[in-house]
């Protein structure tokens, strides 16, 4: 326990004068602190309770930072991959497509029915249908 | 204040020094055990209660959300800092408000009274009821005239009992500037209350 370093002062020293003045307020404050009307400490209590029910604001820091993080790296692989590829299958597209701009109607359409004009050739033709006939 | 410790000094009479108060289990208790002397600090700032419970409010509002998950003994230094900035900004606010009234020159004009949010000069309550409710005025008056760092490092150090570190925090400063701001209040709070001799 610490001395009373006042107690031997003279009642008008400063110290003593304040120290007496701070237990005096600190007194009077917790009087005052215990003495609170009715209606007000109604309020209080709301207030308290509103702030208790209030939901806790997320912090969001630590989902978003990996999430950001996660995206650049995304992001930064794409960058890099995607040169890596475009050469190969670009020119076969680009060709594709140059052939079918130059084409006229007829072949557009022979282009986009492939399958069928492939099954047409391989049957066989009128003359030799009706020779096979003919030899039966 | 010559290097005089207050907390020593006031040590036998159990005042201004660290209160030995259970940690509260709960922030609903913490809240329900200082909220109280939470409203007598912002009202003796504000000097208006409707004011000072927004202010209560507002702290607790802020507490709850952002350090709910703080341990329990940082709840007082962070309420007490909360409150402070709360308290602080609302003086800011009725000033500006209070310069714009004057431009506009409305009050006092047509004998009605100054602006609403003007410090009422007695605090209304039943403490005043009590023996000492002229003293509490008077000591309510006295350190509201203080300058704002003065003010609060009495109120947290002295009224509030927080210790030097805690107020510190509270204050956002270091515990020499606590010690000087609480040192000039005290002599200016001494001279002021000449009277309590």
Same mark, same amino acid.
């Given at each position: ?63 978003? $930072? ?13 960058? $890099? ?53 003919? $030899?039966? | ?12 009479? @159990? ?10 289990? =709960? ?7 200082? !909220? ?10 504000? @000097? ?8 209560? !409010? ?49 009050? @006092? ?57 805690? =107020?510190? !925090? ?5 515990? @020499? ?21």
């Amino acid at each position: 326990m610490k001395p009373d370093t006042t107690a031997d002062l003279d009642k008008n020293h400063p110290r003593r004068t304040e120290a007496d003045l701070a237990a005096r307020a600190h007194a009077l404050f917790g009087s005052a602190s215990e003495h609170i009307d009715g209606d007000t400490l109604r309020r209080l209590r709301a207030a308290r309770v509103t702030a208790l029910g209030t939901p806790r604001r997320r912090n969001l820091l630590p989902v978003l $930072v990996p999430a950001g993080a996660l995206a650049a790296a995304a992001l930064a692989l794409a960058v $890099v991959w995607h040169p890596l590829r475009a050469p190969g299958s670009a020119p076969a597209v680009a060709g594709t497509g140059a052939l079918l701009a130059s084409a006229n109607s007829s072949e557009v359409d022979m282009a986009q029915n492939l399958d069928f004009y492939g099954w047409l050739a391989s049957q066989p033709q009128p003359a030799q249908a009706a020779q096979a006939t003919s $030899v039966q | 204040m010559d290097d005089m410790n207050l907390a020593a000094a006031l040590h036998p009479e @159990g005042l201004a020094v660290p209160r030995a108060v259970e940690l509260p289990a =709960t922030m609903e208790a913490f809240l329900a055990q200082v !909220q109280r002397r939470a409203f007598r600090v912002a009202e003796m700032g504000l @000097g208006n209660a409707d004011d000072a419970l927004d202010a209560v !409010q507002d702290a607790m509002l802020r507490l709850h959300q952002h350090y709910r998950q703080h341990p329990a003994q940082e709840w007082s230094p962070l309420f007490w800092g909360i409150l402070r900035r709360r308290i602080t900004d609302l003086q800011r606010r009725r000033k500006v408000r209070s310069i714009v009234v004057g431009w506009l020159g409305t009050a @006092g004009e047509d004998g009605e009274d100054g602006p609403v949010w003007e410090p009422a000069d007695a605090l209304a309550d039943p403490a005043r009821a009590i023996a000492g409710r002229a003293a509490y005025a008077d000591l309510s008056r006295a350190v509201r005239a203080l300058p704002r760092r003065q003010r609060e490092a009495f109120m947290l150090r002295v009224l509030e009992g927080l210790d030097v570190a805690a =107020t510190a !925090q509270a204050m956002g400063c270091s515990d @020499g500037s606590v010690k000087t701001h609480l040192s000039r209040a005290m002599e200016a709070l001494r001279h002021k209350l000449e009277d309590w001799r």
